[in-house]
């Protein structure tokens, strides 16, 4: 399957909006564009979105960590229905990783909903392993049900 034509650059504060409503349509719920807008101000924060190109450039997908130390962390990575299934996360988590490895984190942790079968064979793909579990941890915003979310890491040192 053919690219889609876009670009990776640094989310700022003024992509909250963009951010929060490919959050929303992605999840179900998301935060609130306020949300989104605080932590983009937070110096802590690394956030990457990617464009289509062109005159029309929309937002296809981002996605947020926070880094502390030597670790980090990804908050949200979602991407639109339609850009799906064409390496967006794959190059949007590869560019996050160079961007925490030169800011001298070692490790980067996520959760993932254990049904999230999606994001669970993206971050596979991208070498992140299983460091633990958290019981009854997402609660579903449509049907209430609870799930486990896999606590995943990759070494960011290892490349
Ligand atoms: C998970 C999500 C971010 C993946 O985005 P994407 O741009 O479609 O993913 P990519 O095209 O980069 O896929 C990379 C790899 O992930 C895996 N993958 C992605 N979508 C998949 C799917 N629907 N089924 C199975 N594997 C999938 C594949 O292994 C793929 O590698 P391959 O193309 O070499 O086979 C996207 O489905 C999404 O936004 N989901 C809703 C929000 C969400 O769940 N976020 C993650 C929270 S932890």
């Known amino acids: 399957m053919a690219l889609p034509d876009y670009c990776i650059a640094p989310a700022r504060s003024d992509d ?3 951010l929060s409503h490919i959050h929303a349509e992605s999840l179900g719920s998301g935060w609130s564009e306020q949300e989104f807008s605080r932590l983009l101000c937070d110096p802590a924060t690394v956030g990457l979105n ?3 190109a062109g005159p029309e450039s929309a937002m296809l ?3 947020l960590a926070r880094a502390a130390a030597d670790e980090a962390e990804i908050l949200a990575l979602a991407v639109t229905g339609k850009a799906r299934c064409q390496g967006v996360a794959r190059a949007l988590v590869e ?3 160079a961007e925490l490895a030169t800011r001298g984190a070692a490790a980067l942790y996520l959760e993932v909903a254990e049904d999230n079968h999606a994001a669970r064979a993206l971050y596979g793909r991208l070498g992140f392993r299983r460091a633990g579990k ?3 941890y997402y609660h579903g915003p449509r049907t209430g049900q609870s799930r486990d ?3 995943l890491r990759l070494d960011l040192t290892a490349s």
């Open 16 to 18: 909250a909006a963009s």
């Open 50 to 52: 990617a464009c289509s």
């Open 61 to 63: 997908g981002f996605v």
């Open 95 to 97: 560019r996050l990783c």
């Open 134 to 136: 958290r019981e009854n």
């Open 149 to 151: 979310a896999f606590i």
